[in-house]
C-alpha cells in the first residue's frame, strides 16, 4: 500500500506539473503577440492599457471566488475546468477589432487566469502535505520555464504566423495538455497530509480532525486569517518586484545607462532565468535552511540584488543586480502560498493569490509615478524595500512558521 500511495502522489505531481507549465506557456504566448493584437484593434497606448486591464480585473475578481469552488467542487476539477477556458480563451483576442471587444475577452481570459492559478496551487498544496516534502518551487519553476518557452516560441513564429493561427495553436496544445493530464488529475484523489511519523499512512478522519491539518475542511479563525494576510502581503512584496521589472527594468538601462536595446531587453532575461534556476533549486535549498530562513535570506539577497541593479552606474553590475534580484525573489512567493494554504485551504491560497497578483499589477504603475516625481533609478529602489520588508515579516512570524504543520 505505501508503494501504491506513492506512485499515486508521483503522477498527481507530474499532471499539476504540466498544469503549472501550460499556464506559463499560454500567458506568455499571449503576451508576445500584444503589439500585433494592438496593431490590428487600432487601439491607442491609453486605449491597450485600458483593455489589458481587463486580464488584471478578471484574474483578482475570479480568484476569491475560484477558493470557494476549490473548497465546494475540489481542486482537481476546478483546474481542469479553467484549463479548458484558459485555452479557449487565449484564442478570442485577435477576432476583435476595437478596444472595446478586447477588453471584453481579456475579461474572460484573466478570469480563466486567475481561477487555475488559484485551483493548482491549491491542489499543490496538499501535495507537498502528503509528501512532507517543501517541492512548492518546483511547481512555480514549471511555470517559469513554460513562461520562457512560450516567449521564446512566440517570437520565433512571430515573423511567419498570424496572431491568429498562433495562439489558435496555444488553444490546440492547450486543450491537448489538459485533456490528458486532466483525465489523470481526475483520477487522483486528494491526498491526506503525511502522519508525522514519516510512514505517510492516511489518519483516522477524527484524529486528522483533532491534529487540525486538514485545512480544508475547517473554518479559518481570526487568528488563522491574520496569519493568511500576512503571508499575503509576503506575496505581494515579491510579486511587486517582479511585474516592475518586467516593465522598467529594460527602460532603466537603455534610458538610463545608455545600453544597446539588445542588451537592454536582457535585463529581464538575467531576471527571469534566475529566478527559475532559483525554484529548480528551491526544495534542496527549503530542505536545508527551513522556510523562515529561506524567506529572510532570499529577501535579504533581493534587496542587496535591486539596489545594485538600481543604482550601479555600469550595464554589467545592472544586469547582476538583477539576476541576484531574481535568485532572492524566486523561492519567497512559492512559500507564502503554500503556508497560507496550509493554515486556510483554498480560500488561503486565493487570499495570498490575490494580493499577490495585486502586488504584480501595483508594481508598474507605482514605478512609473515615482520615476515621475524622483527618478528611474530611484523608483526602482522601492524593490529592494519591500523585498527586505518581505524579509522583515520573514523574520517577525518565524517561530509561527516553524510551530504551523
Sequence with gaps: MPGHRSDDLVRLRV???????LDGFVFAGWVVRIPAVKEQT??????????????????????????RLCGRYGSHRVTVVCGVLLSLSVALPPLTHSALALGAVLL???AAYGGINVAFNSAAVDLVAALGRPVMPSFHAAFSLGGMVGAGLGGLVAGSLSPTRHLLGL????????????RVLLRCEVPAPADRDGSGARPPREERAARGTDARTRRPD????RLVVVFGLIALCTAYGEGALADW????????????PGVAAAGYTCFA??????????????????????????????????????LSPAVWAALLGFAVAGL?????????????????????????????????????????????????????????VLAAVAAAIGYGTRRVTRAEP
Design 108 to 110: 474572460v481570459f484573466g
Design 328 to 384: 532572492g525573489l524566486a523561492n519567497i512567493f512559492p512559500i507564502a502560498v503554500e503556508r497560507a494554504g496550509a493554515l486556510a485551504g483554498p480560500s488561503g491560497v486565493a487570499t495570498a493569490s490575490t494580493l499577490g497578483y495585486g502586488g504584480m499589477l501595483l508594481g508598474p504603475p507605482a514605478i512609473g509615478f515615482m520615476a515621475d516625481w524622483f527618478s528611474l533609478p530611484a523608483a526602482l529602489t522601492s524593490v529592494a
Design 15 to 21: 499532471v499539476l506539473t504540466a498544469f503549472f507549465a
Design 171 to 182: 488553444t490546440v496544445t492547450g486543450l491537448v495538455v489538459t485533456a490528458v493530464a486532466g
Design 249 to 260: 527594468g529594460a527602460l532603466h538601462l537603455e534610458e538610463d545607462l545608455g545600453a544597446r
Design 42 to 67: 487600432g487601439a491607442s497606448a491609453s486605449a491597450l492599457g485600458l483593455a489589458l486591464l481587463g486580464v488584471s480585473a478578471g484574474a483578482v475578481v475570479t480568484m476569491m471566488l475560484t477558493g
Design 273 to 310: 532565468l534566475a529566478m527559475t534556476i532559483g525554484r529548480l533549486t528551491g526544495t534542496r535549498l527549503l530542505e536545508r535552511l527551513g522556510l523562515s530562513r529561506t524567506v529572510i535570506a532570499g529577501g535579504t539577497l533581493a534587496c542587496a540584488g535591486m539596489l545594485l541593479g538600481a
Design 222 to 225: 481570526a487568528r488563522t486569517r
